[in-house]
């Protein structure tokens, strides 16, 4: 092989990889997520409560649909005796809005520690699964949080009319109709949505930005092999 056939073989070989490279990165779905103050009017057996705390929300592929991760960064409620380990037992409704629309229940486990009399009741991370029936940009805001606890139930109403924690670009299943379905901690449609990332939206500009960049020095590589070659062969 001459030495004008291999240079002309890696310039061809830069600019296959600098167009996958962009596609791929271009290709990258959206998602934002968004720490919204929620403040909870709480209905307990002895009387009413309130407690703001911050809800963070993350989604992960989860089979067709997703996992939506809520956590609570404060905590809400409190208890008039100490409720030992094991003895509460969290769950919250998720609403989802934007192209679909429904919500689901997203549950957590059982406080792994006692807690003590009368302090804030720490809720553990919850965990629900979304499918879409619909494509587009979905959003996902906390709801009823409801604490089961020695044989009573206390829910918590956000009464501060909260902004969605979470917003992703999604793909339903194709020709589906209606919303999300509250089916205990999943949606009930199937899907072949694809997997967002959370953070912030413009992190897949800066990501195409990125691929567009290492296209153009793909291209530009080419060019300058091509004029040398050319100026070395006359």
Not at 38 to 56: F, H, L, M, R, W
């Amino acid at each position: 092989m001459t030495y004008r056939t291999y240079q002309k073989r890696t310039a061809a070989f830069a600019l296959s990889a600098a167009l996958a490279g962009s596609a791929v990165l271009m290709a990258a779905p959206t998602a934002s997520a968004t720490v919204q103050n929620v403040n909870y009017q709480c209905k307990t057996p002895i009387g009413n409560k309130g407690a703001v705390s911050p809800i963070d929300m993350k989604s992960a592929k989860s089979g067709s649909g997703y996992k939506i991760t809520m956590s609570f960064q404060k905590g809400v409620s409190s208890s008039p005796v100490e409720l030992g380990k094991g003895a509460m037992h969290p769950s919250a409704v998720i609403k989802v809005g934007g192209a679909d629309s429904g919500q689901f229940t997203a549950t957590g486990p059982a406080n792994d520690k006692a807690i003590p009399a009368n302090s804030p009741i720490k809720i553990s991370d919850l965990t629900g699964t979304y499918t879409p029936k619909k494509s587009g940009k979905v959003n996902f805001t906390a709801g009823v949080l409801t604490i089961k606890a020695l044989g009573t139930n206390t829910t918590c109403t956000p009464s501060n009319s909260p902004k969605p924690s979470l917003e992703m670009d999604v793909k339903g299943a194709a020709g589906g109709g209606g919303g999300a379905a509250d089916s205990g901690s999943s949606a009930s449609a199937p899907s072949g949505g694809e997997l967002p990332q959370t953070g912030p939206e413009d992190s897949a500009i800066a990501l195409g930005t990125l691929g567009g960049t290492v296209l153009l020095a793909g291209a530009a590589g080419v060019l300058w092999l091509t004029r040398r070659n050319q100026t070395a062969s006359r």
